[in-house]
């Protein structure tokens, strides 16, 4: 069964970075398409970025491209996030997630492993 667990949440002044990572568990993490996503408060949750199986397809949002950099690690089964010249508008809770596709699907239903997130707020 898989298990993602994310870490590096926490409060940040505007204008910082952040750097928050996402350890995979119970699978062949090579063969699963990632993706970060983010849930603001009384918002739905939408799409940071996607990465393909290779690390080599990324697929980010508009809300991040530019100031955002994700990466993966397919021997240490991790995947990275780092945003900078963060905004009070990228306060949420941050989610990792993963499907076993070779397909960079940037869609919340399109994933079927989820972490439990971890919370990002940027204080003005």
């Known amino acids: 069964q898989v298990q993602l667990v994310e870490s590096g949440g926490g409060l940040v002044q505007a204008g910082g970075s952040l750097k928050l990572s996402c350890i995979f568990s119970?699978?062949?993490?090579?063969?699963?398409?990632m993706g970060w996503f983010r849930q603001p408060p009384g918002a739905v949750r939408e799409l940071v970025v996607a990465i393909s199986r290779n690390g080599i397809y990324k697929s980010y949002a508009d809300s991040v491209r530019g100031r955002s950099t994700v990466s993966r690690d397919n021997a240490k089964n991790t995947v990275s996030l780092q945003i900078s010249g963060l905004r009070s508008e990228d306060t949420a809770v941050y989610y990792c997630a993963a499907r076993t596709s070779t397909v960079v699907a940037t869609a919340v239903a399109s994933y079927n492993n989820w972490g439990q997130g971890t919370q990002v707020t940027v204080s003005s």
């Open positions: 119970g699978g062949t993490f090579s063969t699963y398409t």
